[in-house]
């Protein structure tokens, strides 16, 4: 498995999701982490980052609503979504953001209005 996202799913808006990422541990081991979004006609944009220590970063658009977490011992990442707005819908990537690899097919979100 290099980089396997899931969790994704049809949720009305104000719900909630919670993503997964299992990586490989090559990619994992120590790196920066990062989940990354893409929606149709658009290109693809950093939501969150947390650091092997956990320091995490997020974009203003889901500030206060994203959380971005990592389990390192199970190469592991996740994004609780609460909060949900139709904005949010794309297609949902993780990758280590200063070593990226191959995309993978992501996890689509779809948040109804």
């Known amino acids: 498995v290099q980089l396997q996202a899931s969790g994704g799913g049809l949720v009305q808006a104000g719900g909630s999701l919670r993503l997964s990422c299992a990586a490989s541990?090559?990619?994992?081991?120590?790196?920066?982490m990062g989940w990354y979004r893409q929606a149709a006609g658009r290109h693809r944009e950093l939501v969150a980052s947390i650091t092997s220590a956990g320091s995490t970063n997020y974009a203003d658009s889901v500030k206060g609503r994203f959380t971005i977490s990592r389990d390192n011992a199970k190469n592991t990442v996740y994004l609780q979504m609460n909060s949900l707005k139709p904005e949010d819908t794309a297609v949902y990537y993780c990758n280590a953001i200063y070593s990226l690899q191959s995309w993978g097919q992501g996890t689509q979100v779809t948040v109804s209005s």
């Open positions: 541990g090559s990619i994992f081991s120590g790196n920066v």
